[in-house]
């Protein structure tokens, strides 16, 4: 009997630890989110093989993962996209129209209260949620006398900062438990301040001189203005200083909550204007300070790989990896000219533009053990759909007002579903003044004339102007399939598929969303058992 009884005992501890085991397996995965900023199609070499430089992390986060070849930003401005990622949302269900970049004290927040938001969302899941960099999403900030101030950067020296925080609209009064960003473009637009949890722990009073900075190539210094600044604000090494604060982030709460999972989003100054490499990385390619300053993006990626394969939490975390919209126009010019490099990656426009050079972006996710590696996926998808993505990984069910222009594309991920079987039937896109581009499969309407965005008679862009295949129309009309430079422009001689498309892109503004109804998530136990059997 006593045999039997230990004999008993050894099957049950056996059979709990292994009930243990499943139901660890079954933990919600931490998430981490790298968002880069100004970052072209064209501009890794997983994407584009005739690159000036290699990518080597980002090629293997690819390799490991899966890669969208017809991903897009909601918006072909910082801002606007911003405001997507964080509500899954085009940002005219914000304004009502378009939204343009802030600049100085500018605000309040396109993230109103009542939106839901990305880490409001996944708090909601149980995630400790944490952003380091830049945040631009707008912010409110008010002088002695209490009253909001616009943007511009004389208004930065109001600003009353006793009155002002803890920001009413700041990254932790949105969702995130732990926040490290600047309000604006790092380095490009002032106000040049450091806001932590809502507090900015050093001011803004002294005035930044352009020329204190070093300028690689006598040209790469562009577009950093001469606002106010703390006094220990680091321009040169601002990504380095972004990745520290996710690095101390995520050690720490490894440390102090080990069985919570995080939520963390590393949003990243490159590779905006001005181009200004940290010293360890100037030289590290052939392809100029641009090529250094994205080689600088890519070491970053592998060290924030590194990083949770350390933390012994590789296989269940989800890395993404996206970028706010098109290449800068004299970033892809100068590439283009000096290097040989096409930041757009062969395709027509830039930043700002409504052609596909505006808003067509990289995106990446890996998540080893789930995502089965070396997958390329052609579906059509924005980066609006990480938040119905991922409320469908941690089994939230959004309601129909929550991220009203998201779609699940978990399925994709997973491998699940051919790339013959779009997710989306249709895709919404902004340029910079707001004006709509809809795709339908392979066919794209912009409904507008010109760039939306660039002026091409201007002589940085005359030598990218193509002919107006069709002046006369009050739109364009491309077949992406057999046209995917966008250079010939179908409006008049397909009018059916032109009414078409304007009569659906009218459908999904008025109808309040464009993502369907009863989004049901797939858990992480439906997830598991599809991984499962990969």
């Known amino acids: 009997m006593h045999f039997i009884a230990v004999l008993s005992r050894l099957v049950y501890s056996t059979l709990l630890i292994s009930c243990t085991t499943s139901v660890?397996?079954?933990?919600?995965?931490?998430?981490?989110?790298?968002?880069?900023?100004?970052?072209?199609?064209?501009?890794?070499?997983?994407?584009?093989?005739?690159?000036?430089?290699?990518?080597?992390?980002?090629?293997?986060?690819?390799?490991?993962?899966?890669?969208?070849?017809?991903?897009?930003?909601?918006?072909?401005?910082?801002?606007?996209?911003?405001?997507?990622?964080?509500?899954?949302?085009?940002?005219?269900?914000?304004?009502?129209?378009?939204?343009?970049?802030?600049?100085?004290?500018?605000?309040?927040?396109?993230?109103?209260?009542?939106?839901?938001?990305?880490?409001?969302?996944?708090?909601?899941?149980?995630?400790?949620?944490?952003?380091?960099?830049?945040?631009?999403?707008?912010?409110?900030?008010?002088?002695?006398?209490?009253?909001?101030?616009?943007?511009?950067?004389?208004?930065?020296?109001?600003?009353?900062?006793?009155?002002?925080?803890?920001?009413?609209?700041?990254?932790?009064?949105?969702?995130?438990?732990?926040?490290?960003?600047?309000?604006?473009?790092?380095?490009?637009d002032p106000l040049y301040v450091y806001i932590e949890n809502g507090m900015v722990p050093q001011p803004a009073s002294q005035r930044h001189k352009r020329d204190t900075l070093p300028n690689p190539g006598g040209k790469w210094l562009w577009d950093n203005d001469e606002g106010w600044?703390?006094?220990?604000?680091?321009?040169?090494?601002?990504?380095?200083?972004?990745?520290?604060?996710?690095?101390?982030?995520?050690?720490?709460?490894?440390?102090?909550?080990?069985?919570?999972?995080?939520?963390?989003?590393?949003?990243?100054?490159?590779?905006?204007?001005?181009?200004?490499?940290?010293p360890e990385f100037n030289n590290a390619?052939?392809?100029?300070?641009?090529?250094?300053?994205?080689?600088?993006?890519?070491?970053?990626?592998?060290?924030?790989?590194?990083?949770?394969?350390?933390?012994?939490?590789?296989?269940?975390?989800?890395?993404?990896f996206n970028a706010d919209n098109g290449a800068e126009t004299v970033h892809v010019d100068w590439m283009r000219r000096d290097h040989q490099h096409d930041a757009s990656g062969g395709f027509r426009g830039m930043k700002r533009d409504g052609w596909e050079g505006g808003h067509r972006v990289p995106m990446i996710a890996r998540w080893p053990t789930v995502i089965p590696p070396h997958q390329v996926s052609s579906q059509m998808t924005n980066t609006t759909d990480l938040f119905a993505t991922l409320a469908s990984v941690t089994g939230y069910t959004l309601d129909e007002s929550d991220a009203t222009d998201s779609f699940d594309m978990l399925p994709v991920m997973l491998?699940?579903?051919?790339?013959?079987?779009?997710?989306?039937?249709?895709?919404?896109?902004?340029?910079?003044?707001?004006?709509?581009?809809?795709?339908?499969?392979?066919?794209?309407?912009?409904?507008?004339?010109?760039?939306?965005?660039?002026?091409?008679?201007?002589?940085?862009?005359?030598?990218?102007?193509?002919?107006?295949?069709?002046?006369?129309?009050?739109?364009?009309?491309?077949n992406l399939a057999s046209d995917p430079g966008e250079a010939t422009n179908l409006y008049f001689s397909h009018p059916d598929k032109t009414k078409q498309l304007q009569s659906l892109l009218l459908k999904l503004k008025q109808s309040g969303r464009s993502a369907p109804k009863a989004r049901k998530p797939w858990g992480i136990q439906r997830i598991r058992q599809i991984a499962s059997q990969n």
Not at 69 to 86: Q, V
Not at 241 to 264: G, Q, S, W
């Open 24 to 188: 660890g397996a079954q933990k919600l995965p931490n998430i981490i989110i790298i968002y880069a900023d100004d970052l072209g199609y064209g501009d890794l070499s997983c994407y584009n093989p005739q690159a000036a430089y290699r990518t080597p992390r980002l090629d293997q986060m690819a390799a490991e993962g899966i890669r969208f070849t017809d991903a897009h930003s909601p918006s072909t401005i910082c801002s606007p996209s911003r405001y997507g990622l964080f509500s899954g949302q085009q940002i005219y269900r914000s304004t009502g129209r378009g939204g343009g970049a802030f600049e100085g004290p500018g605000g309040p927040s396109y993230l109103k209260p009542g939106t839901l938001t990305l880490p409001e969302m996944l708090r909601k899941q149980g995630y400790h949620t944490g952003i380091f960099g830049k945040w631009h999403v707008g912010l409110t900030w008010v002088d002695q006398n209490n009253q909001r101030l616009g943007g511009g950067f004389k208004n930065s020296l109001l600003i009353d900062y006793e009155k002002s925080t803890p920001l009413v609209d700041g990254p932790n009064a949105r969702g995130f438990d732990e926040s490290f960003v600047t309000p604006n473009c790092p380095n490009t």
């Open 415 to 478: 491998g699940v579903v051919d790339n013959s079987k779009p997710i989306r039937p249709h895709l919404l896109t902004q340029s910079f003044r707001g004006e709509f581009q809809i795709r339908q499969g392979q066919w794209k309407y912009l409904d507008h004339q010109g760039s939306g965005g660039n002026n091409y008679d201007s002589p940085l862009l005359q030598l990218y102007a193509l002919p107006d295949s069709a002046p006369d129309a009050q739109g364009q009309l491309y």
């Open 229 to 278: 600044k703390s006094p220990s604000y680091e321009f040169i090494n601002a990504d380095l200083l972004f990745y520290e604060k996710t690095k101390e982030f995520i050690e720490r709460h490894r440390v102090t909550d080990p069985n919570t999972p995080f939520f963390a989003v590393l949003s990243t100054q490159i590779a905006h204007a001005p181009v200004l490499p940290a």
């Open 285 to 320: 390619t052939k392809a100029g300070p641009r090529g250094d300053f994205v080689w600088e993006l890519d070491v970053l990626v592998g060290r924030v790989l590194d990083l949770v394969h350390e933390q012994g939490i590789d296989d269940n975390t989800l890395v993404i």
